[in-house]
Antibody, heavy 118, light 107 residues
Framework: EVQLVESGGGLVKPGGSLRLSCAAS????????MNWVRQAPGKGLEWVSS????????YYADSVKGRFTISRDNAKNSLYLQMNSLRAEDTAVYYC???????????WGQGTLVTVSS | SYVLTQPPSVSVAPGKTARITCGGN??????VHWYQQKPGQAPVLVIY???DRPSGIPERFSGSNSGNTATLTISRVEAGDEADYYC??????????FGGGTKLTVL
């Protein structure tokens, strides 16, 4: 059974930093691209970033480019999102998701809440 | 960047057919994926590659894609189908793009 478990969310002040983690199990982590997707309270889904299986290809949404950094450790079956210069509009539940063909998101974690507020 | 347009809400009576559209410029040339999200839960993939169903998704869920519109069709709608539905594509700029979401209400 595929499991994706996010952690690292919490309350942070504007301008602060936070590092999210996603622990993966139940599949060969090193064979799949992974994504972060967020959802602001009461709003829709917003893609944040993706990373290929070997970290060769990394992409970001314009809204986070230059502030967020995605990375992975295939030896630890883990995905990360380093978030710097956080803003109030970054407040959201952050999901990690396993990617299938044509960028379909096959499996999702339960999410971790990030709140940016003074 | 590429934009996907969904109706904010769709209502349907139990046992009837619900159709949720997803509009985009020449979306028929892209692969469209659909997700179901119930309150307080993570999204679940219900349709991929326009019309394929992951294992465990009922046959009542189907999809089509042509021209400028992709459609998620839910036949014989049940109360448990009430949820938010999102379409998603991969754009040539390597972005993953979501529609704004449609709230399906079962009357």
């Amino acid at each position: 059974e595929v499991q994706l478990v996010e952690s690292g969310g919490g309350l942070v002040k504007p301008g602060g930093s936070l590092r999210l983690s996603c622990a993966a199990s139940g599949f060969t982590f090193s064979s799949y691209s992974m994504n972060w997707v967020r959802q602001a309270p009461g709003k829709g889904l917003e893609w944040v970033s993706s990373i290929s299986s070997s970290s060769s290809y990394i992409y970001y949404a314009d809204s986070v480019k230059g502030r967020f950094t995605i990375s992975r450790d295939n030896a630890k079956n883990s995905l990360y999102l380093q978030m710097n210069s956080l803003r109030a509009e970054d407040t959201a539940v952050y999901y990690c998701a396993r990617e299938g063909g044509s960028s379909s998101l096959l499996d999702w974690g339960q999410g971790t809440l990030v709140t940016v507020s003074s | 960047s590429y934009v996907l347009t969904q109706p904010p809400s769709v209502s349907v009576a139990p046992g009837k057919t619900a159709r949720i559209t997803c509009g985009g410029n020449n979306i028929g040339s892209k692969s469209v994926h659909w997700y179901q999200q119930k309150p307080g839960q993570a999204p679940v993939l219900v349709i991929y590659y326009d019309s394929d169903r992951p294992s465990g998704i009922p046959e009542r869920f189907s999809g089509s894609n042509s021209g400028n519109t992709a459609t998620l069709t839910i036949s014989r709608v049940e109360a448990g189908d009430e949820a938010d539905y999102y379409c998603q594509v991969w754009d040539s700029s390597s972005e993953r793009v979501f529609g704004g979401g449609t709230k399906l209400t079962v009357l």
